[in-house]
């Protein structure tokens, strides 16, 4: 089965084809990053209009590249939720227009449900159930993933998602966005047991996150020293807050696979790129004898490889729609979209 996916959610328009969930035809991602750096994140607006004027080529090229045309296709997948609303109208409007125009099905995908399957894309293997640690610019989840498409949450950020965090830690070290990758790279080569830095805890719940304690310790460190005249070095900063936030989502993770027995982990989301986080991973899972998957680097970021992943699996269960399906700027990953009755 064939499927043409596109993702809009945030600040890349994103087109793909994709056969049977696993196997790329061809992925294009065109990214607005350049733009929303002069701001120091995005603007939703500037997205949405970006997306508007990019996704006619984009789509386009990814059929070209995959050497396909509509008759050669199965269905049509789009990230409908959650995202910026505006941004997501794009893609989901297009891909309604498509389903319209050729008849072919349409089917809504999860941004975060697609992240994970962005695995199935490198890992022939790889099949639920699983616990699968979901970080991204937005979300941090601990996700039971039952199955394809039975999802159960345990664990989640009660403020700042983990990406969030480090993107805001950046800014303040001067690194321009998104600065996750910048803050990780300099980390490399700077001493983590350089700055004591909290590990904050949830209490009563401890498989949930709190990143907004560590950032704000880590931004008013760079203030004292800044009012005193200091600049603190970037690269031990850098590196004791790097192993600050993997510590407390390895910690938090570990301990949820072992009271809810699961010997396979996976990791998704932009986060996931994370070098200590990956090396981590490995490590503890080895020691265990356990299972571990973490998607390629060129498929922890936005892409519409892994909507068209997931878009298979939604439709083997029935999961398409109408014409009416619209956009949704929040939406649990564990609810599945009201199916249209074939
Ligand atoms: O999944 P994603 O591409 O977009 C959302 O759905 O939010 O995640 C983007 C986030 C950004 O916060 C970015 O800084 C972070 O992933 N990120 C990283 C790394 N690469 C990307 N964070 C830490 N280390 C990295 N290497
Ligand atoms: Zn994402």
């Known amino acids: 089965m064939k499927i043409l996916a596109i993702e809009s959610s945030c600040d890349e328009t994103a087109a793909a084809v994709v056969e049977d969930g696993r196997t790329i035809l061809s992925s294009v991602v065109a990214t607005q990053i350049e733009e929303h750096k002069l701001y120091g994140g995005v603007v939703p607006e500037i997205a ?4 508007c004027e990019s996704i006619n080529g984009v789509v386009a090229e990814a059929l070209e590249r ?3 045309s509509f008759d050669g296709l ?7 939720a959650p995202g910026l609303i505006g941004a997501l109208l794009v893609g989901v409007n297009f891909a309604k227009g498509l389903s319209l125009a050729t008849g072919l099905p349409l089917i809504p995908v999860h941004h975060l449900r697609s992240h994970i399957a962005s ?3 490198e890992h022939s293997r790889l099949k639920p159930p699983f616990l699968c640690l979901v970080v991204s610019g937005g979300h941090s989840h601990i ?3 039952k199955d394809y498409t039975e999802m159960k949450i345990i664990g989640k950020t009660r403020d700042d998602a983990a990406g969030e965090a480090f993107d805001k830690a950046a800014r303040t070290m001067g690194m321009s966005y998104p600065g996750g990758i910048h803050l990780d790279q300099a980390a490399e080569s ?3 047991l350089s700055f004591s830095l ?3 805890k ?3 719940s401890p498989y949930d996150f709190s990143f907004s304690g560590l950032k704000t310790a880590v931004i008013n460190q760079i203030h004292n020293a800044s009012q005193k005249g200091l600049t603190l070095p970037v690269n031990d900063l850098s590196a004791s807050f790097r192993k600050a936030v993997v510590d407390c989502l390895m910690t938090n993770f570990i301990k949820a696979a072992e009271d809810f027995g699961y010997e396979q982990l996976v990791l998704a989301g932009g986060v996931s790129a994370n070098s200590l986080l990956r090396k981590r991973i490995r490590e503890e899972c080895e020691k265990r004898r356990w299972h571990y998957f973490y998607p390629p680097l060129s498929l922890c970021g936005d892409n519409a490889a892994m909507v068209g992943a997931q878009g298979y699996y939604e439709y083997l269960a029935g999961h398409t729609a109408s014409t009416d399906l619209n956009a949704r700027p929040t939406m649990s990953i564990e609810y599945n979209p009201p199916c249209k009755t074939v």
């Not at 949405?48 to 997306?51: G, P, Q």
């Not at 199965?74 to 409908?80: E, P, Q, S």
Request: glycine share 6%; proline share 10%; hydrophobic share 35%.
């Open 143 to 145: 996700v039971e993933v």
């Open 198 to 200: 909290p590990r904050p």
């Open 66 to 68: 995959a050497q396909i």
């Open 190 to 192: 700077g001493d983590p």
């Open 74 to 80: 199965d269905a049509v997948a789009v990230t409908y």
């Open 202 to 204: 949830v209490d009563g």
């Open 119 to 121: 695995n199935y894309l």
């Open 48 to 51: 949405s209009r970006r997306h």
